[in-house]
């Protein structure tokens, strides 16, 4: 069992981590937009909206879709007072808690509430306010989604590798361990 946990943390984990990759180089992206626009502003004196927002969805993106791979490269925020002295089944018992009764719900009710939110800026198909601005708020809105699907993907990932974790042996060797991770 704790070798079929592993195998399908390690599954659902590469496609965190593919979609953490793909969603990295948005920032390289981000960061030449960015400069584009201190050129044209301050050496031509020339200013486009679209580019400024196209900043804007970027970054939200990168966050957004990111957040699933900060969680699983564990670079989340904690407060880790009482947890970083826990052996590392005791932290494995405290994340599967956590992933079970804090986490996946709370990903479940931000899904839920967003729902609508994200639905009535597609019915309408919303656009900038700006003159100038971006056609697409509609589809910005929508990566609360994909926030979602990532978070919980991993939090899934992570209840897998607890229970392999929890479910090995004692006396298995430590680099036998390592590999649940």
């Known amino acids: 069992m704790h070798d079929i946990f592993t195998a399908i943390y390690q599954r659902l984990s590469s496609i965190t981590e593919g979609i953490g990759r793909a969603v990295s180089w948005l920032t390289l992206i981000m960061t030449l937009v960015m400069f584009t626009i201190v050129v044209l502003r301050y050496v031509f004196n020339f200013n486009l909206i679209f580019l400024q927002e196209s900043v804007l969805y970027l970054h939200a993106i990168v966050f957004l879709l990111g957040a699933g791979y900060t969680f699983k490269a564990n670079e989340h925020v904690r407060v880790d007072i009482l947890y970083r002295t826990m052996s590392e089944r005791k ?11 804090l986490l996946l719900p709370m990903m479940v009710f931000i899904g839920i509430i967003s729902w609508e939110y994200i639905s009535f800026s597609w ?4 656009k900038s306010q700006e ?4 056609p697409f708020v ?7 989604l994909g926030m979602v699907f990532s978070v919980c993907l991993q939090g899934i990932a992570e209840i897998f590798r607890c229970l392999a974790l ?4 004692d006396h298995q060797a ?5 590999e649940a991770n």
């Open 91 to 101: 932290q494995a018992a405290v994340n599967l808690f956590g992933c079970v009764f």
């Open 123 to 126: 019915s309408i198909q919303e």
């Open 131 to 134: 003159a100038g601005g971006l």
């Open 138 to 144: 509609y589809l910005l809105k929508s990566v609360i």
């Open 166 to 169: 929890l479910m090995t042996p």
């Open 174 to 178: 430590p680099e036998d361990k390592q």
